[in-house]
Structure formats: C-alpha cells, structure tokens
C-alpha cells in the first residue's frame, strides 16, 4: 500500500465495537503510513440488531469530505453479511472514501 504524506490524507477507523487491541493496531497502522492520528468510530455491537449511529456518522464524514479513508480490522465488521458490508464499502466509495482492511 502506498505510504502518504502526513496531514495530506485523512483517516478514520471504525470498530462495531470497542476493543482495544484492535483500536491500538488499527491507529498503528494508520500512523506508520503517513496519517496523522486518526479519528475513531465505534459501535456498541456488530449484530443486525446493535445501532449503527457512529457508522451512519462515518459515513456522513466521508461524504462531507472530512475523510478519505476508513480503516478496518475485517470488511464483515460494516455488515452482518458480506453483501451488507458491500453496499456500505459501494456507499464510501462513491463518496470517494477507500476502504483498508487490517488483517486480525
């Protein structure tokens, strides 16, 4: 993956829920490629039935132009099935977002 001058790209992560280590290797991973500290999205759970406002308001920041790229430790954490996380990763690319995807 390309590295990126810090402060000319910004980034978000987003978690469906709170883990730590996962917070902390995900905001590693941004800042050794050239983002500065990224802001950090989380849910209260990953199910069909958890809310989903820190999504909704990712994806409103993506689309305000506030970032350009959403970090995540695994694609089925933005739905509870592939095809539901596919529509959010379309959703955050016609903003003009890009979605990483960490290995766990």
């Known amino acids: ?13 987003y978690l469906c829920r709170d ?3 996962l917070r902390s290797a995900l905001t590693e991973y941004a ?5 500065s500290v990224p802001a950090v999205y ?25 970032y350009d790229t959403v970090i995540v430790p695994a694609m089925p954490v933005t739905g509870t099935d592939h095809g ?12 003009g977002g890009r979605v990483v995807e960490i290995p766990q």
């Open 42 to 66: 989380v849910d209260s759970g990953c199910g069909a039935a958890a809310g989903r406002s820190a999504l909704g308001s990712l994806v409103g920041a993506v689309e305000q132009g506030l």
């Open 1 to 13: 993956m390309a590295s990126y001058a810090a402060g000319t790209h910004s980034a978000a992560v």
């Open 19 to 21: 883990l730590l280590d």
């Open 84 to 95: 539901g996380a596919g529509a959010v990763v379309r959703r955050l690319r016609a903003a």
């Open 31 to 35: 800042l050794d490629n050239g983002f």
